[in-house]
């Protein structure tokens, strides 16, 4: 499943029909400046934009994370798909067919499981709220009824009834799917003698992707057996992965889409986002229970930078809330947070107080530092002075971790207020940092200032020739004869260039491996003088790079002819030597 399984023409079609901008556009909020477009990075946390999308090269570039591509690598990163399947959204977003016949049996095959694992899931969802909607009696059904959960949101939410153990595998045998594939999408199990439904007998919550297509379920027991869990997931298909899937979120997605999506409420069970959608409140997302990972957070970033937590009030509620806070901080999002009062979770409170209220709460949320603050307080005894020294020392670290130096003033002023220590104090005892300072080896210092010009210079040569300032290569075509990344760019630019072919910087990255560290970024990225200084530059540098070249070549000639044993061979390094020197001399 690699980049060489579809065809350069193919790959280029595809990026022409998905112009960057407008994919780009779908994620996150775009601001043109001057040729380029700017935004704050969906992949490390920032206030200042600096993710910037070059339209005419057609790829991305993060001046803080050092994250960059063309429109493919970027669904990959935002989505956390492969490449096959980046291309298979772009084909869809395009009206373009994936190619049927690709050089990799590999993604053959996985693009097969795929599509099976989805018409089996399709297949068991219709059948679990066949279930539901024929059998009003089912402990199910009268759950549901108990919850007040109405017959739209039963719908909306495509939930369902596992009702035995047996039904289901047999309906979808009838269908045509085999054993291997239902095991395979996570709906059916293997016993001692035969397969069964792997939920048996519960509500069947389905779990939908971003793009509305089912993907899991959650399956909780309705019976008063306390030897049974409560829920019983998914595990890890081809495609679920419960690291990135929330609850509830293709539907705040269509928001976005929309336009009318600005805060999204984070709550932690089904019943919590249900309840929430059935009183109006759309923009209700889920973390299923689990702890929210770095990948969620991502996910809500794309859509909002701002986010309302209103997680359950026990005790590991409260703990989720402490670990959800430094996960969607983390990501740069702005987090409020709402402690529910005479209610144990979302969904109670709105049976008790009613809608007004919930948003009223929702309304008044308590700034996510402001809250650790205050409620971190409560676990030391602040008139010990050893207990009050390890919650300024916590208080600090976190205001320090995830506030602006504007924030911080307002977060020491809070804080004073609750130890009773001058903020002069606080503020120097922040700022105050040990800098450890590690020197290399000197093994370890490999560059001397020729390799580093050299590398300076050829990274210019390899932008002019990207860029098309620079067509004619007998010049320099003798200054890449290595295996190294650079030179292995110039036979690929040299191969478009001498063939007339048609590339521009988006190609590069269906063709190497490019990070913030490749030696390709920075020509990529590389800034040129002004146009009446380039040309003089340019000539320069080419014969500086070849005459450093040929006097490194010339020292190590001489070096083995020193370490040589024999006449025979200092004579043949000395010949050598003279012909390397009547090239510098020409050179010059």
């Known amino acids: 499943m690699t980049r ?81 399947t980046a291309v298979e959204m772009l084909c869809k977003n395009a009206g373009m067919q994936m190619p049927n016949e690709v050089d990799n049996e590999e993604m053959r095959r996985k693009k097969h499981e795929r599509e099976r694992a989805y018409q089996i899931l399709k297949a068991t969802t219709d059948f679990y709220h066949n279930n539901l909607l024929q059998n009003p009696q089912s402990a199910q059904a009268q759950y549901l009824k108990k919850r007040g959960i109405n017959d739209a949101m039963i719908k909306k939410f495509q939930i369902g009834a596992s009702l035995n153990y047996k039904d289901l595998p047999k309906h979808l045998l009838n269908l045509g799917f085999k054993t291997t594939e239902m095991i395979s999408a996570g709906v059916a199990g293997k016993g001692d003698n035969d397969i ?91 973390c299923m229970g689990t702890a929210l990972t770095s990948l969620h957070a991502r996910k809500i970033k794309q859509l909002v930078d701002h986010v309302i937590l209103c997680l359950d009030g026990d005790s590991a509620g409260a703990l989720a809330t402490y670990k959800a806070i430094d996960t969607l901080k983390e990501v740069g999002l702005d987090v409020k947070v709402v402690r529910l009062v005479g209610a144990k979770d979302p969904d109670e409170f709105l049976k008790k107080f009613g809608k007004e209220k919930f948003v009223e709460l929702l309304s008044n949320g308590q700034d996510c530092v402001d809250f650790v603050l205050k409620d971190s307080a409560q676990k030391y005894n602040l008139n010990s002075n050893a207990d009050r020294n390890k919650y300024i020392q916590e208080a600090l670290n976190y205001i320090s ?168 061979d200092r004579y043949t390094y000395l010949n050598q030597l003279n012909k390397l020197k009547n090239k510098i001399n020409k050179e010059k």
């Open 4 to 84: 060489g399984s579809f065809s350069p023409e193919f790959l280029e079609e595809l990026k022409s029909r998905n112009e960057i901008v407008d994919v780009a556009s779908k994620y996150m909020t775009l601001n043109r400046r001057g040729a380029n477009f700017w935004a704050c990075c969906p992949f490390h946390m920032e206030k200042t934009p600096s993710f910037s999308i070059k339209q005419d090269g057609q790829f991305y570039k993060c001046f803080g994370c050092g994250e960059s591509g063309n429109v493919i690598g970027l669904v990959m990163k935002l989505e956390n798909v492969d490449f096959p």
């Open 196 to 286: 069964y439904d792997f939920y048996g007998s519960r509500l069947m919550f389905p779990i939908f992707n971003g793009f509305g297509d089912v993907v899991a379920y959650s399956g909780r027991s309705v019976e008063e057996n306390p030897d049974r869990t409560k829920y019983k997931n998914t595990p890890q298909t081809i495609v679920f992965n419960k690291s990135e899937i929330l609850f509830g979120y293709n539907f705040v997605r269509d928001l976005k889409k929309a336009h009318m999506l600005d805060t999204i409420i984070v709550v932690e069970g089904h019943i919590d986002v249900i309840a929430c959608h059935q009183y109006g409140l759309d923009n209700t997302i889920g």
């Open 401 to 568: 971790k995830f506030s602006t130096q504007a924030e911080q003033e307002i977060y020491l002023s809070e804080l004073q207020k609750i130890v009773r220590v001058p903020i002069d104090a606080l503020r120097k005892s922040m700022n105050t940092t040990d800098v450890v300072v590690v020197s290399k080896a000197e093994d370890e210092i490999t560059d001397t200032a020729q390799n580093n010009y050299i590398t300076e210079s050829k990274i210019m040569l390899l932008a002019s020739m990207l860029y098309k300032k620079i067509t004619n290569l007998n010049e320099i075509s003798g200054l890449f004869v290595g295996d190294d990344e650079l030179s292995k760019l110039y036979v690929f630019l040299s191969d478009k260039i001498e063939n007339n072919k048609v590339y521009n910087v988006s190609t590069l990255f269906d063709n190497f491996e490019i990070d913030s560290k490749s030696l390709i970024d920075r020509v990529i990225n590389y800034v040129f003088p002004a146009d009446d200084v380039y040309e003089n530059f340019l000539k320069d540098t080419i014969k500086r790079v070849k005459l450093l070249e040929l006097q490194q070549l010339y020292d190590t000639v001489k070096r083995k002819m020193l370490d040589s044993t024999t006449d025979e």
